[in-house]
C-alpha cells in the first residue's frame, strides 16, 4: 500500500497494480465507508457502503469491489463535496457540476425531492462556468467564475439566503412531486436559485456549515445566513438569517478574511496576518479558545506557549474537528478529537492534513486526495520500487537464510543505527551483505521498507517486535509509527496484550490509550448485552488498574 492511502481503511484490498494509477480519491460518507475514486485515465469509480446510492454506480447496492461510475467517465474531475445523507456534487475542470445521493430536501438541485439517488441526470446545474462547490448537511452552493453564488436544498434555517415565500414560483403552490403543497410548507428549494447579492458584491470564497453558509467578497469582508442558534454566524443575536449579512465585528478590524471554513456549529476565518478567528458552537472545544464556551462573537485562536503563524484551516460541514496548519508545515488539531474534546491547537506528528483528520477525526476527507500530479513516477513511486531490487542494490542483508536488497545511501540517510555502522571499517572492506538473527525476517524487512517507503507493510500482530526492534535502534521515527499502527489496530482481543507492550516501554501515551479503550468497549458491550465480551473487558479493567496504580499514573488519566 502506498503510503498516501495507508490512513484509509477502505483501500486496503485495492492491489498495488491498480492503486498505481490512481490521480485521486475521495472518502466519505458518516464513518468514512464510502469512497470515490479518479484514476490517471479519468475512469471514475465507486466503492463502499453506497448508502442512498451515494456512490452514483447506478443501483443502491454496496460494493466491496469496484464499480464505475458511468456518467463522470471521461470526465476531467477537479473535485468533489458532499453533505450528510450523504448527497454528493462533482464539479468538472470545464465547470459542469453532477449530483446524486440523497435528495430529501432537494439537494441535488434535480428539480424534485425524489431520492433518485443512483441517477446522474443533471450534468450542468447552472448555465455558467462554476470554480467551486460546496455542501451543507442538506443543502449546496456553487461559485461562478464571475463570482456569484448558485444554493438549493434544505432552507429550514435560511441557509439559502432567502425567505421562501418571496422566492417559489406559482408551480410549487399548484403540484409538486405527486402531492399538493402551500408555500409556508416548503422548506427547500429542489432548483439552484441565484442568490442576491447587496450592492452587487462579488463572492471569492464560500463554505457551507451543517445548516448555515458563510461567504468572502473579493473585498475581504465576510457574510452570513441561516442557522445562528449557538452563534455560527458571528452575530450577537441567535436568531436565523434570511439573507447574508456582514459579521461586523469581524469586518471592523484592520486585516483581510482570506479564507473562511465551517464545521457543523462552528466557523474558522484565517486573516492576511496569519490569524485564525473562530465563532459558534464549542460543546467540544472546536473554537480552540480554551473552554467549551459558544461565542456569538469571532474570538482569536491562541496557543499558549507561543504565537503561531498560520496558512491554513479546515473544517468538515457535519463534524465539530478543527485542524490548521502553521507556517513551519506543523499540523494542529482541536474539538472533537476521537471523542476526546481538545480545547486549545494542539501539534500532531503529521505534516498533512488528510493523515491528521483520518487519525484524529471521523474517518472522512474535507476535499479530495491527489496522489499523482505528473505523469512519471514520483520519488517515493521510485524509493518503493528500489526496496529488495537486486540489479540496483549494492547491499544484501541476510536474515533466517533469505537475503534483502538494499542500498548503503539510502540506509545511512533514514538511520542513525546504519549511519554509524557505515562510519567504521566495515565499509571500506567493501563488505556487501550482513548477517542477522535478532529479529525475524519478516520484522527484518518491515524495518528496512520502512526506511523506503516511510509506512509500516506488517500485520497489526507483529507490529510489538517491530517495536522492539526501534526500541533496540534508537529509531525514534519508527517507533511512533508503530504506536499509531498498534492505536489504530487495537481490539477488544487484543487490548491487554498491547498494554503490557505499552508497560514494557514505558509508553504512557498507548498505557492511557489502552485503559480508554477497554472502558469505552466495556460500556458498550453492557449495553448492547454481550455478556462473555463484557466480562472479557471487565478482566482487563481489573488487570489494567492494578498495574497503573503500581506505576502511580492511574490518577492523572482523564476518563471523560
Same mark, same amino acid.
Given at each position: ?7 484509509? &481503511? ?89 449530483? =446524486? ?77 405527486? %402531492? ?8 427547500? %428549494? ?46 450577537? @443575536?441567535?436568531?436565523?438569517?434570511? *439573507?447574508? !449579512? ?27 496576518? !496569519? ?22 462573537? &469571532?474570538?482569536?485562536? *491562541? ?30 488539531? =482541536? ?26 477525526? &471521523? ?13 512519471? &513516477? ?98 525514534? @521515527? ?50 448492547? !448485552? ?19 496504580? *503500581? ?10
Amino acid at each position: 500500500m502506498y503510503s498516501d492511502l495507508r490512513s484509509w &481503511p477502505i483501500f486496503n484490498s485495492l492491489e498495488p497494480k491498480f492503486v498505481s494509477q490512481i490521480h485521486m480519491v475521495f472518502v466519505y460518507g458518516k464513518l468514512g465507508n464510502e469512497a470515490l475514486i479518479v484514476t490517471k485515465d479519468k475512469m471514475v469509480y465507486g466503492l463502499g457502503n453506497n448508502v442512498n446510492g451515494c456512490l452514483g454506480i447506478g443501483d443502491e447496492n454496496s460494493t466491496l469491489e469496484l464499480k464505475k461510475v458511468e456518467a463522470l467517465c471521461g470526465k476531467d474531475i477537479k473535485t468533489f463535496a458532499c453533505g450528510i445523507g450523504p448527497h454528493v456534487l462533482a464539479l468538472t475542470k470545464e465547470g459542469e457540476v453532477y449530483s =446524486w445521493g440523497s435528495n430529501h430536501c432537494g439537494q441535488l438541485g434535480h428539480g424534485s425531492i425524489i431520492d433518485n439517488a443512483p441517477m446522474l441526470n443533471v450534468p450542468i446545474l447552472v448555465k455558467e462556468d462554476i470554480i467551486d462547490i460546496a455542501c451543507g448537511s442538506s443543502h449546496s452552493t456553487v461559485l461562478t467564475k464571475d463570482c456569484k453564488i448558485y444554493m438549493w436544498g434544505d432552507n429550514q434555517y435560511l441557509q439559502l439566503g432567502f425567505l421562501n415565500s418571496q422566492h417559489y414560483s406559482d408551480e410549487y403552490n399548484n403540484y409538486y412531486n405527486g %402531492r399538493f403543497y402551500t408555500t409556508s410548507q416548503l422548506t427547500f %428549494r429542489a432548483i439552484p436559485v441565484l442568490l442576491e447579492l447587496i450592492n452587487e458584491m462579488k463572492v471569492v470564497c464560500v463554505s457551507c456549515g451543517g445548516t448555515f453558509t458563510i461567504v468572502i467578497t473579493e473585498n475581504g469582508k465576510v457574510y452570513s445566513c441561516g442557522n445562528n442558534s449557538v452563534g455560527q454566524l458571528g452575530r450577537p @443575536s441567535n436568531k436565523n438569517i434570511d *439573507e447574508l !449579512r456582514q459579521v461586523d465585528s469581524l469586518n471592523d478590524k484592520a486585516f483581510t478574511v482570506i479564507k473562511v471554513v465551517c464545521g457543523f456549529e462552528h466557523t474558522l476565518a484565517l486573516t492576511d496576518d !496569519r490569524q485564525i478567528y473562530a465563532w459558534g458552537g464549542n460543546n467540544n472545544g472546536q473554537l480552540g479558545i480554551g473552554n467549551q464556551n459558544d461565542s456569538t462573537k &469571532p474570538i482569536l485562536v *491562541e496557543c499558549e506557549l507561543q504565537r503561531i503563524k498560520w496558512i491554513d484551516i479546515v473544517a468538515l460541514s457535519c463534524y465539530n474537528i478543527s485542524v490548521a496548519v502553521s507556517e513551519e508545515g506543523c499540523v494542529y488539531v =482541536w474539538g472533537d478529537c476521537r471523542g476526546e474534546s481538545i480545547l486549545t491547537p494542539t501539534a500532531t506528528s503529521f505534516s498533512n492534513v488528510h493523515d491528521a483528520i483520518a487519525y484524529y477525526g &471521523p474517518s472522512v476527507m474535507h476535499k479530495p486526495l491527489v496522489l499523482y500530479m505528473s505523469e512519471g &513516477p514520483s520519488i517515493l513511486e521510485s524509493l518503493k520500487a528500489s526496496f529488495d531490487e537486486s540489479s540496483t542494490s549494492d547491499l544484501k542483508i541476510q536474515v533466517e537464510d533469505q537475503f534483502i536488497h538494499v542500498h548503503k545511501a539510502i540506509l545511512m540517510i533514514r538511520s542513525e543505527y546504519f549511519k554509524n555502522m557505515f562510519q567504521h571499517d566495515w565499509i571500506e572492506n567493501n563488505q556487501n551483505v550482513i548477517k542477522h538473527d535478532q529479529f525475524s525476517y519478516a520484522v527484518y524487512k518491515a524495518f528496512l521498507k520502512y526506511l523506503y517507503i516511510d509506512a509500516i507493510d506488517l500485520p497489526i500482530e507483529e507490529v510489538s517486535d517491530l517495536l522492539d526492534l526501534a526500541e533496540s535502534y534508537c529509531e525514534k @521515527s519508527l517507533k511512533h509509527s508503530c504506536i499509531q499502527m498498534i492505536k489504530q489496530g487495537i481490539t477488544a482481543s487484543n487490548v491487554e496484550y498491547f498494554h503490557g507492550i505499552a508497560l514494557k516501554y514505558a509508553l504512557e501515551e498507548l498505557q492511557e490509550f489502552c485503559i480508554k479503550f477497554a472502558l469505552i468497549n466495556h460500556t458498550s458491550a453492557l449495553m448492547l !448485552r454481550q455478556d462473555d465480551f463484557a466480562k472479557q473487558v471487565q478482566n482487563i479493567i481489573k488487570i489494567f488498574i492494578m498495574k497503573a496504580c *503500581e506505576v502511580n499514573n492511574f490518577n492523572s488519566i482523564s476518563l471523560s
